[in-house]
């Protein structure tokens, strides 16, 4: 969630799109329900995006449970195997100009025959993440709700470019020295009052 309010701070035009489709979702209703999650398609590529690009868990591992050749490597029995997920999310074969914040990338056309293991933002297979979908339903529920009321503006970091981020990670991915933005209230943005 934290990398996709960055990703908004700096990217007006995603949060105009986002806002205007949970407009258009919720009609008259008050807030959302899960019955809206599945309507909020640009919010859910715009959070698929983010996470190609800045995936939770970017080395999950695991261990061999018989010896294998890996790549022309022989891979002992019982070794442990590190997974770099953002090296396949980054992977030119894959995705063209990998560093560019896209979200159409996940568009249903474009993404038909893509390889099912070049996005791997909850693993793949019998270890796929059971709680994938609870993830991603809480995050289009946060991100739509958040941005229906508040505007995400940069906190003036200097970081103006998902490109350039500074990544780290040890089990999780954060933004090095931390993610800062700005939440200001939509009303305020309406009136034009810039420090609501």
Not at 30 to 51: P, S
Not at 77 to 101: C, E, G, M
Request: contains cysteine; hydrophobic residues 40%.
């Amino acid at each position: 969630m934290a990398w996709t309010f960055k990703v908004l701070s700096v990217r007006p035009d995603l949060q105009e799109s986002i806002l205007q489709e949970v407009q258009g979702v919720l009609g008259s209703d008050k807030g959302i329900g899960t019955h809206h999650l599945a309507r909020l398609e640009v919010t859910e590529r715009v959070i698929k995006e983010t996470l190609r690009l800045f995936p939770s868990v970017p080395m999950p591992a695991r261990t061999a449970s018989e010896e294998l050749v890996l790549a022309g490597k022989t891979i002992p029995k019982h070794s442990t195997i590190f997974i770099n997920v953002p090296r396949a999310h980054r992977d030119p074969r894959y995705w063209q100009d990998p560093l560019r914040f896209d979200p159409d990338r996940f568009l249903p056309e474009r993404a038909a025959g893509r390889h099912p293991y070049a996005y791997l933002p909850f693993s793949s297979g019998p270890r796929r993440c059971i709680g994938a979908q609870y993830a991603m339903a809480l995050i289009k529920t946060v991100v739509a709700s958040v941005v229906l009321a508040f505007c995400v503006d940069p906190a003036g970091d200097g970081h103006d470019s998902p490109a350039h981020f500074p990544v780290s990670f040890a089990i999780s991915s954060w933004m090095t020295g931390g993610t800062r933005v700005v939440f200001r209230p939509r009303c305020a943005a309406k009136n034009g009052d810039q420090h609501g």
